[in-house]
C-alpha cells in the first residue's frame, strides 16, 4: 500500500517559537494532502486541505496565519505551526490522496503523526 | 448539516464477534471508509464500500445501505489486539471525508 511518512514523530518547543511539520508521500504522487488536529480521547479535526501549487483551503476556526501549510510539490507537504502556545500542543497527522482509479483515488493514507508538545 | 453517528464505546469478549454500527447524512455520497486507530498512532485503513452490500475481508467485514445512511464494521474472532478505536467516514459530494468521533472497542479476555 501506500506509505506515508511524517517528521518529526515528536517534538517539544518552548511558547513563541514556531514549529515545521514535514508531510511526504513515498510511492506515489499526492494530489491533495489533508493536515488534521487530534486532541486527547476525540476524533480527528480537519484543519486544512491542500492540492499541490495552490492555496490551501482551511476549516472554520483554524487560523490560516497561525497554521501555515504549503504543499509545493507532489509528494510534500508541510504544516508550520507560528508563535506557538501551550493550547497547540496536540496530535498532528497528515494524510494523501492521489491514486489512480477506484477507491485508490479517494482513499486517504495516513502519516504516522506527529505529537507536538508548547512549554 | 452533515452528520456522522456512532457508538462512543462497546465492549466484547475476546473471540466473539461485535458490530460496530454508523449512521451518516451527507451531502451527497461517494463512499463510506473504515479506519482503526490505535492508542497514539494514526488511523488505517480498513475498508471502503460504495456500493450496497457487504464486502468481506479476513475477520473484519463491512455493510452499506445507501438508502438507510447506514453502515456496519463487524470484527469477528476477536483478538486483544482489535481493541481500539474504529472510525467510520462518509465521502461527500465534494470528496471530503466527514468524520464520525469514533468507537473505542474494549476487548476483554
Known sequence: GAVVSQHPSWVICKSGTSVKIECRSLDFQATTMFWYRQFPKQSLMLMATSNEGSKATYEQGVEKDKFLINHASLTLSTLTVTSAHPEDSSFYICSARGGTSGSDSYEQYFGPGTRLTVT | ?109
Open chain 2, 1 to 109: 448539516g452533515q452528520n456522522i453517528d456512532q457508538p462512543t464505546e462497546m465492549t466484547a469478549t475476546e473471540g466473539a464477534i461485535v458490530q460496530i454500527n454508523c449512521t451518516y447524512q451527507t451531502s451527497g455520497f461517494n463512499g463510506l471508509f473504515w479506519y482503526q486507530q490505535h492508542a497514539g498512532e494514526a488511523p488505517t485503513f480498513l475498508s471502503y464500500n460504495v456500493l450496497d452490500g457487504l464486502e468481506e475481508k479476513g475477520r473484519f467485514s463491512s455493510f452499506l445501505s445507501r438508502s438507510k445512511g447506514y453502515s456496519y464494521l463487524l470484527l469477528k474472532e476477536l483478538q486483544m489486539k482489535d481493541s481500539a478505536s474504529y472510525l467510520c467516514a462518509a465521502m461527500d459530494s465534494n470528496y471530503q471525508l466527514i468524520w464520525g468521533a469514533g468507537t473505542k472497542l474494549i476487548i476483554k479476555p
